[in-house]
C-alpha cells in the first residue's frame, strides 16, 4: 500500500507530512528485532463444562432423516440440532472476516456438528426439518426470533 492508497477521512485521521512517507513506510513486511512482538506462549483452551440439561425443555432437537446417508464412513440417520454455547457463539464471532460476513447455514453446520456441505446436500424434506430447527434455535444475534 502506498501513501496515496491510504484511506484517510478528512480532519479525522491526518496524514504524516510527505517528506516523513519514506522513513514511516513499513509495506515491506520485515520488522526490526527490538520493535518484533514477543512470543505468546499458545493459551490452554478454556474449560467447558458438560451439562446434563433437566427438565421437558431442551437445548437440541433430534431430526430423524427419511434419507439417511452415509458420509465419511459414518452412517447418519438422524441429525441432532444443538442450541450454540456461548464458547461456540465466541469462537463463531472471532472466526468471521472483518466485514462480518457469514452464510447462515456455515451456522447451521455447528449446530449440526456437520460441515455446511453436508447440510447442504440434505433432501427435503430432511434438509427443511433440520434447517427449520437450525433456525428455531438460531440466537437472535444471528439472525434469529429468540435467543
Known amino acids: 500500500m ?73 452412517v447418519f440417520t438422524e441429525i441432532v440440532v444443538n442450541r450454540l454455547t456461548v464458547q461456540q457463539m465466541g469462537a463463531f464471532w472471532d472466526a468471521l472476516p472483518p466485514d462480518r460476513d457469514y452464510d447462515r447455514v456455515e451456522v447451521y453446520g455447528l449446530m449440526c456438528g456437520l460441515p455446511a456441505a453436508v447440510i447442504r446436500a440434505l433432501r427435503d424434506p430432511d434438509g427443511t426439518e433440520v434447517t427449520s430447527a437450525c433456525f428455531d434455535f438460531l440466537p437472535r444475534a444471528l439472525g434469529g426470533a429468540t435467543d
Do not use: C, H
Not at 26 to 45: F, K, R
Not at 46 to 62: F, H, M, Q, S, T
Open 2 to 74: 502506498t501513501p496515496e492508497t491510504i484511506p484517510t477521512i478528512a480532519d479525522e485521521i491526518p496524514l504524516p507530512p510527505e517528506e516523513m512517507w519514506r522513513e514511516l513506510d513499513n509495506s515491506s513486511g520485515e520488522v526490526e528485532a527490538e520493535t518484533a512482538a514477543p512470543s505468546i506462549p499458545s493459551a490452554q483452551p478454556p474449560l467447558i463444562a458438560v451439562l446434563d440439561y433437566v427438565g421437558e425443555n431442551k437445548p437440541y432437537r433430534v431430526i430423524p432423516l427419511r434419507w439417511p446417508f452415509r458420509w465419511e464412513g459414518r
